[in-house]
T-cell receptor, first 113, second 114 residues
């Protein structure tokens, strides 16, 4: 069964610090992996989308890495801000069709002043 | 562009009642889908549509109906609400299949069934 596991489940860091969130998946075949940010009470918003051939992708202070061989991805947040407090969701697609996305359970990040 | 809009934001139903969750997008996206999000679990696909007049079931379709009469609208109908349908519902749209293109989510509808 296709699965996406994220760790840690929750994380508290101080403002200005860096952090790394992990995503391991068993989805096969693999088409692309994306990271979403979901603020409390809102819908997810896409941060990055990576295909098989991409191993690093940045979006401002967010940098995602992908190792398709080990089926692992990470999301690194640099110089965290209070507005980074949110859930971060890893999503893997096995193809370009629309009906087989597998969502991870998310990591809840809290940034404290 | 308003993007993806959903109404209502909150709803409380009694067991056995029916209702329709509304979803609309103004980006001319062919692909639309409905998800539910439960605590500690990833989003799960309920139904999806690849264009007007075409719908299909996702992972958890039981108890829900959809239709797609226009490109813009994709309502989700709860036929006879059950407490197990208490959840947050998200509608999403994209240009093509979700797998390849940017997916845009609505703000969600929080549904409680008592």
């Amino acid at each position: 069964k296709n699965q996406v596991e994220q760790s840690p489940q929750s994380l508290i860091i101080l403002e200005g610090k860096n952090c790394t969130l992990q995503c391991n998946y068993t989805v096969s075949p693999f088409s692309n992996l994306r990271w979403y940010k979901q603020d409390t009470g809102r819908g997810p918003v896409s941060l990055t989308i990576m295909t098989f051939s991409e191993n690093t992708k940045s979006n401002g202070r967010y940098t995602a890495t992908l190792d398709a061989d080990t089926k692992q991805s990470s999301l690194h947040i640099t110089a965290s801000q209070l507005s980074d407090s949110a859930s971060y969701i890893c999503v893997v697609s096995p193809n370009n069709a629309g009906n087989m996305l597998t969502f991870g359970g998310g990591t809840r990040l809290m940034v404290k002043p | 562009n308003a993007g993806v809009t959903q109404t209502p934001k909150f709803q409380v139903l009694k067991t056995g009642q029916s209702m329709t969750l509304q979803c609309a997008q103004d980006m001319n996206h062919e692909y639309m889908s409905w998800y539910r999000q439960d605590p500690g679990m990833g989003l799960r696909l309920i139904h999806y549509s690849v264009g007007a007049g075409i719908t299909d079931q996702g992972e958890v379709p039981n108890g829900y109906n959809v239709s797609r009469s226009t490109t813009e609208d994709f309502p989700l109908r709860l036929l006879s609400a059950a407490p197990s349908q208490t959840s947050v519902y998200f509608c999403a749209s994209s240009l093509f299949g979700q797998g390849k293109y940017e997916q845009y989510f609505g703000p969600g509808t929080r549904l409680t069934v008592t």
